[in-house]
């Protein structure tokens, strides 16, 4: 029984710690019950976090009969069993799946409040929900997410059907079910709470990771950037920064008479290592950095600094 989805993602952290696919993963939360738990297991293991939504493809005169499921991108999964049952029109199926389509897609921007989506192609993904009864939705969130260029595709949730489990398990790369309980009856019996996560919930969560992963770059490229300079100029920059980032521009350094030498290849693996993302992203966060630094400090500051850096990886850092 988990207290919240919040616990239930502290456990589901813990079950995918031994089953992790080295750096450059992704966490994405199935909207909206899954981003609760897709943030703490996002935190918890240190991994970007981003959404996705899957929208159920309701018969029109009887919505809660599920004909299907899309997902952004043009992903699709149709039960022609019901389709035909129900004697639904090509036209009227058609339709439908458009509007769920448009939906799907509205409703990711609003969450991202303008934000792009997090880059999958070519890395690991973890899809996350807060309990999978039969798997529709989250088979659907795969196929979206191997369209999208997701080199490995892992299925984790807290709790779920041990059928849904073993259906699954040959359309993904992995799957983590933290419980599996017998008789399953249905995800909400297993959460103390689990009352509806709201829209809002789901942008104040995005919102808060943004922030969380803004934080981890800053620091990272500052402390790469800071123990390639000469103690001299590391304390010349830190005098120019605003009081909030000085603190951790100096959060744990230790004065050097010669600093360390790298290539720059060396520095954006640094910060690609301490900021928790693939060398390539790393390239454009170090620029980004050093641009908003730039609005901080005068140039002459900033130049100066510069002046010591190496040429490769003042090349690398010139904006």
Request: proline share 6%.
């Given at each position: 029984m988990f207290r919240d989805r919040r616990h239930a993602g502290a456990v589901l952290a813990d079950a995918l710690r031994a089953h992790r696919d080295g750096i450059g993963?992704?966490?994405?939360?199935?909207?909206?019950?899954?981003?609760?738990?897709?943030?703490?297991?996002?935190?918890?293991?240190?991994?970007?976090?981003?959404?996705?939504?899957?929208?159920k493809v309701g018969v029109p005169w009887h919505q809660e009969l599920a004909m299907g499921a899309v997902a952004g991108g043009g992903v699709r999964y149709l039960n022609r069993d019901v389709v035909r049952e129900v004697g639904i029109a090509a036209e009227d199926v058609t339709a439908a799946i458009e509007r769920e389509f448009e939906e799907a897609e509205r409703r990711e921007r609003s969450y991202r409040d303008g934000?792009?989506?997090?880059?999958?192609?070519?890395?690991?993904?973890?899809?996350?929900?807060?309990?999978?009864?039969?798997?529709?939705?989250?088979?659907?969130?795969?196929?979206?997410?191997?369209?999208?260029?997701?080199?490995?595709?892992?299925?984790?949730?807290?709790?779920?059907a041990r059928a849904a489990c073993a259906e699954l398990r040959g359309e993904v790369d992995e799957i983590i079910c933290a419980a599996t309980p017998k008789p399953f009856l249905g995800v909400g019996l297993w959460y103390e709470d689990f009352s509806e996560t709201t829209d809002d919930e789901v942008r104040r969560l995005l919102a808060e990771e943004n922030r969380r992963i803004s934080y981890q770059v800053l620091r990272a490229v500052l402390h790469t950037l800071r123990d390639r300079l000469p103690t001299e100029q590391t304390a010349h920059l830190g005098a120019q920064l605003p009081m909030l980032v000085r603190g951790l521009y100096y959060e744990g350094w230790r004065p050097r008479n010669k600093p360390e030498k790298i290539t720059a290849d060396e520095f954006v693996d640094q910060v690609a290592r301490e900021a928790m993302l693939e060398p390539e992203y790393a390239r454009d966060a170090i620029k980004a950095v050093i641009a908003t630094i730039r609005h901080e400090i005068t140039p002459a500051a900033l130049d100066k600094v510069l002046d010591t850096v190496p040429d490769r990886i003042f090349e690398l850092i010139a904006v």
């Open positions: 993963e992704v966490v994405l939360g199935l909207a909206r019950g899954g981003v609760p738990v897709a943030m703490e297991v996002a935190t918890r293991l240190g991994l970007e976090l981003d959404v996705l939504v899957v929208r934000r792009p989506p997090v880059a999958v192609e070519g890395r690991p993904a973890i899809v996350v929900d807060d309990g999978m009864a039969t798997g529709a939705s989250m088979r659907v969130a795969v196929a979206a997410l191997r369209q999208r260029g997701a080199t490995r595709c892992t299925v984790a949730v807290p709790v779920a």
